[in-house]
């Protein structure tokens, strides 16, 4: 199967920062998705984005498909953008298999 | 409305028993999923299952199975429950093909004493 590898695994910065995390992937990926899940658990779709860019206030994401890897951008950061950021895909042909994840990026935001 | 619930949010059990965790989706999705996310907070799918298939992970133990009554439930039963099995596990749908957006529920806690 693929694999996801993402970077940094843990982030701090303070509230007004910008960051950009990134996904890596092993082969050719559809599907490819991030998540956020918030510090009470909730996983919460933030982007469906297999390739170009979308953005959605704040939060911005880019998949360069050819190359294997997506961005994602948060701009401004907020304390509630706290928590764990997940990006998942899928093998082209995969059918109705479930998406592969990756182990997250830790992000902490300070007030 | 809420698109994928789960219950109980919270499940302590004991060593053996057998427990069940439900799923229901209300946004006419064809697949729901079962994964599991462990105290290092990596997600694992456990299963996919449409009205066509039900894909396994390899990795999980015969002692879980997935049952399905119709298409907008997908319920997770758990045999002889083991320490290991303590995790989140959280059921998730979407549509196959090409608009295949991932939808959580809010994960159910699962604690074995």
């Known amino acids: ?111 | 409305d809420t698109a994928v619930s789960q219950t109980p949010k919270y499940l302590v059990t004991q060593m053996g028993n057998d427990k069940s965790i439900k799923c229901e989706q209300n946004l006419g999705h064809d697949t729901m999923y079962w994964y599991k996310q462990d105290s290092k907070k990596f997600l694992k799918i456990m299963f996919s299952y449409n009205n066509k298939e039900l894909i396994i992970n390899e990795t999980v133990p015969n002692r879980f199975s997935p049952k399905s009554p119709d298409k907008a439930h997908l319920n997770l039963h758990i045999n002889s429950l083991e320490l290991g099995d303590s995790a989140v596990y959280f059921c998730a749908s979407s549509q196959t093909g090409s608009l295949g957006k991932l939808f959580f529920g809010s994960g159910t806690q699962l604690s074995v004493l």
């Open chain 1, 1 to 111: 199967g693929i694999q996801v590898e993402q970077s940094p695994p843990d982030l701090i910065l303070q509230e007004g920062a910008n960051s950009t995390l990134r996904c890596n992937f092993s082969d050719s990926v559809n599907n490819l998705q991030w998540f956020h899940q918030n510090p009470w658990g909730q996983l919460i779709n933030l982007f469906y984005i297999p390739s170009g860019t979308k953005q959605n206030g704040r939060l911005s994401a880019t998949t360069v498909a050819t190359e294997r890897y997506s961005l994602l951008y948060i701009s401004s950061s907020q304390t509630t953008d706290s928590g764990v950021y997940f990006c998942a895909g899928r093998a082209p042909g995969g059918g109705a298999d479930g998406l592969t994840f990756g182990k997250g990026t830790h992000l902490i935001i300070q007030p």
